[in-house]
């Protein structure tokens, strides 16, 4: 690739400098390097690289075939989202139907984030180095076939629901994995923060659209099994469109040129990278407590609100089906609405912000979870009083919870190298699933038996002891705005050493690098042990 930069150090001399080629920059007497100019905006200015490649020669898909690609992406994505929350809209007639209690309830969303957790790993792996149109066309069809499969069981069989729920996260893991890093392929810069925003539009979106369709398709055929088969079919419709419009991109190309080819190391550096990259650490965790805070709304919140009005005396309690109520379809109309505006809002309100500070992401995520604190809380104490105040405050709740979704996305993309991405999705979701919405809805449940049992057995009694379990929600949602927080003092440095490796200037090999980023983003500090390529 070039002459490989060198150095050099006299006996007396501590530390060495670094000697680099003089068309790269210039070297001073404490091993820092000051990038020339041209240098540092290469190394900086990813939008403009964008323009300059022809994504028709870079990718092998004009503009407009990326963003199909996008589109289609979306719309799986939005299936995805429908099928995990279908049951949510109908969990008081699966709660009936099977005559289980908080807890085992909450075991359905627990199985199906357990698998989806543990499979994410290995399909991260595969995504990294194999085809990914061909992984997630096997995926989405395993997928339907299971969901499919769970709406013919009956009341004996609750453990074979739990099974098949169990199976349905191992098709969508080879999905979620993966589906984020082509769009980074296809795009870079403020295009890219784009088109992720109309990505993760459908996680709100068509979580909305799950409790909308399951609690309507249970009203309409009487049977909430008939719930289950909607987004069986319409994914054969997905499998087609991967089949026939979407191309496998090359890794990194639109961000290192179609030239130049990045080189994937072992799982174990992979990892290893991961664990020592900070700003990808402590996103993670900052994304966990967005997921334990979403994983509980969603299975919960129906199920809470449905209570609060048979306290009230305004509805009928469920004890036979089929239960009437439109609480899910409200509940899923304002998580559609929210989503759209949270997403489409963080994103922009960033990109605005960064003109001022390079750090804007983090910041925005964690200005959006310490602001739907109070109001989560709000919702939960002003239910009884008024049902109005508690659907306002979740509608403001749900949208500043929603801000962060496409700009998580977007920080990974950016503080890792291509050949890396499924890998840190992956992982991303294993620590955000295995400490966030993958116990949650079963720690609620859980929560709610214990303190109803010291209680006397009544309608109230249910009420309050799942509100109660909810107030953890505002707690997490603090302690996850302060991990973005302390993501935000490490992101510009991360940031920097991603486009270093990405453009050669530093070995992907070179993990324990520290790159210092001064405010004019113009000097990196490198220890002479690295290896560098020109």
Not at 11 to 26: E, F, S
Not at 112 to 121: E, K, R, T
Not at 502 to 516: E, P, S
């Given at each position: 690739?070039?002459e490989?930069?060198?150095w050099s ?5 501590d530390?060495?400098v ?11 007497s404490?091993g ?14 990813n939008?403009?690289q964008?323009e ?6 870079v ?12 589109l289609?992406?979306?719309?799986i ?41 543990v ?26 076939l ?8 009956t ?13 349905v996260?191992v ?8 589906a ?7 795009f870079v ?20 659209l799950?409790?909308i369709v ?7 055929t ?9 987004t ?5 419709l ?6 026939f419009?979407?191309k496998?991109p090359p890794r ?12 994937n ?37 129906p199920t ?8 009230q005396?305004?509805?009928k ?5 089929p ?5 899910s379809?409200i509940?899923?109309?304002?998580t ?14 960033s ?7 390079p750090r ?5 995520c ?7 604190a ?8 002003c ?17 500043f ?16 190298i ?5 890998t840190?999705s992956?992982?991303?979701?294993v620590l955000s699933?295995?400490l ?28 309050r002891?799942l509100e ?8 997490v949602s ?26 050669g200037?530093?070995t992907?090999?070179?993990d324990?690098v ?10 990196a ?7 560098f390529?020109?």
């Amino acid at each position: 690739m070039g002459e490989r930069l060198g150095w050099s150090a006299d006996a007396d001399t501590d530390p060495p400098v670094l000697t680099l080629p003089d068309n790269t920059g210039t070297t001073n007497s404490v091993g820092e390097h000051h990038l020339s100019d041209g240098a540092a905006e290469s190394f900086t200015d990813n939008g403009d690289q964008c323009e300059e490649n022809d994504t028709d020669t870079v990718t092998g898909m004009s503009r407009r075939h990326s963003v199909l690609v996008v589109l289609i992406l979306f719309y799986i994505n939005l299936l995805n989202y429908m099928d995990r929350f279908t049951v949510a809209g109908v969990l008081p007639e699966i709660q009936t139907y099977f005559n289980k209690n908080d807890s085992e309830t909450g075991l359905l969303q627990t199985v199906f984030i357990c698998s989806y957790m543990v499979l994410a790993p290995v399909f991260g792996y595969l995504g990294d180095r194999y085809n990914r149109k061909i992984i997630m066309c096997c995926g989405i069809t395993f997928w339907c076939l299971v969901t499919l499969a769970s709406s013919f069981i009956t009341e004996q069989h609750f453990w074979l629901l739990l099974l098949t729920r169990g199976l349905v996260g191992v098709g969508e893991a080879s999905y979620s994995t993966i589906a984020s890093t082509i769009i980074a392929d296809l795009f870079v810069a403020d295009l890219r923060s784009r088109m992720l925003s109309v990505f993760y539009f459908a996680i709100p979106v068509g979580s909305g659209l799950g409790y909308i369709v399951g609690s309507k398709v249970k009203d309409a055929t009487g049977d909430w099994h008939w719930s289950l088969r909607v987004t069986p079919a319409l994914g054969v419709l997905a499998v087609g469109m991967l089949i026939f419009f979407v191309k496998e991109p090359p890794r990194g190309a639109m961000e290192h040129g179609a030239n130049r080819q990045l080189v994937n190391t072992s799982w174990f550096i992979d990892v290893k990278a991961l664990i020592h990259n900070p700003s990808f650490i402590l996103s993670s965790l900052g994304f966990t407590a967005v997921a334990f805070v979403t994983g509980a709304l969603a299975l919960w919140a129906p199920t809470y609100l449905i209570r609060s009005q048979v306290v009230q005396g305004t509805a009928k309690p469920c004890i036979k089906q089929p239960c009437v109520s439109n609480d899910s379809l409200i509940f899923g109309v304002i998580t559609c609405i929210t989503g759209f505006l949270g997403v489409g809002s963080g994103v922009e309100i960033s990109k605005w912000y960064r003109k001022r500070n390079p750090r804007s992401d983090p910041l925005v995520c964690a200005a959006g979870l310490l602001i739907s604190a109070p109001f989560l809380y709000l919702a939960l104490v002003c239910v009884v009083s008024s049902i109005t105040a508690t659907y306002v405050f979740i509608f403001i709740g749900e949208t500043f919870l929603s801000l962060n979704w496409a700009l998580v996305a977007d920080i990974v993309l950016y503080v890792v190298i291509p050949t890396r991405r499924a890998t840190a999705s992956a992982l991303q979701i294993v620590l955000s699933h295995l400490l966030g919405d993958a116990g949650s809805p079963y720690i609620i449940g859980v929560i709610s038996d214990q303190i109803r049992a010291v209680r006397p057995d009544s309608f109230l009694s249910e009420f309050r002891s799942l509100e109660y379990s909810l107030m953890i929600c505002s707690f997490v949602s603090v302690i996850g705005g302060a991990f973005f927080l302390a993501t935000a003092v490490f992101i510009e440095n991360d940031r920097k050493k991603a486009e270093l490796q990405i453009k050669g200037a530093l070995t992907i090999n070179d993990d324990d690098v520290g790159v210092h980023v001064p405010p004019n983003g113009t000097t990196a500090q490198l220890p002479v042990s690295s290896d560098f390529i020109c």
